[in-house]
């Protein structure tokens, strides 16, 4: 497995908000991490990036133990976290934006090859390489801030909230970008509430609730779930 989180409990100060959490990732395979809101979704995503540190368990990257890695190595390691709301920096450019993902050793050394090959990806951000990120849409800055991502030349790409408040043609659109990365043999773990929309691309599930893991499985078993519907509807 790329991934591993193994058993990791994780407090804010004294309350606890994630529990005996166990998930994993292959190389290139898409995994939703699903629950309703407050279930510890965007929680887990910052454990594996240490934007906070589990109280207990351990995290593995590539069969390497990371979870006492500051965040600047395990991105060098390969991991990527595209934050929720998008986070780009509204007053530079697209390229000044792209540019500071690629800002670890290898990344630079790559970053004209890898900028080229994400315009490919998004032509849109070739043809706005000069506009600042605050002038542009709400999809259009998502798919910025992923482009940005993958300027670090990551293994694994973590998305939280990729589709929020986007229309439904720019879903289709990001839709089609995240398997373009799969398909590069780069593994995505995203963070969605729509659980059709997520089930429907992702290869595998896991399911939070009140920050215990309650389901995972392939994604059509998943889909035909009856605990699945009582998790969202009670």
Do not use: C
Request: no cysteine; glycine share 8%.
């Amino acid at each position: 497995m790329l991934l591993q989180v193994k058993n990791i409990d994780v407090a804010y100060d004294e309350f606890q908000v994630i529990w005996n959490v166990s998930i994993s990732i292959d190389q290139g395979e898409m995994v939703a991490l699903l629950g309703p809101n407050g279930s510890g979704k965007s929680t887990i995503l910052n454990s594996i990036s240490n934007l906070i540190q589990p109280k207990n368990g351990e995290v593995l990257f590539d069969n390497k133990k990371i979870h006492l890695l500051p965040t600047y190595m395990r991105t060098k390691l390969g991991i990527s976290h595209v934050l929720e709301r998008r986070r780009v920096f509204p007053f530079l450019t697209v390229k000044q934006n792209l540019l500071l993902g690629a800002w670890h050793g290898e990344a630079k050394i790559q970053k004209e090859k890898t900028l080229d090959e994400v315009y490919i990806m998004f032509p849109i951000l070739a043809d706005r390489s000069n506009q600042l990120a605050h002038t542009m849409s709400g999809g259009e800055q998502q798919m910025l801030a992923i482009a940005r991502g993958l300027m670090g030349i990551p293994k694994l790409l973590m998305v939280d909230e990729p589709f929020l408040g986007l229309s439904p043609k720019m879903i289709e659109k990001i839709k089609e970008i995240f398997n373009e990365i799969v398909n590069k043999g780069i593994a995505i773990l995203f963070v969605e509430q729509n659980v059709k929309l997520a089930l429907n691309m992702a290869d595998r599930g896991y399911v939070l609730e009140s920050g215990h893991l309650v389901i995972e499985g392939k994604s059509d078993s998943l889909l035909n779930s009856e605990k699945l519907k009582k998790v969202f509807l009670g």
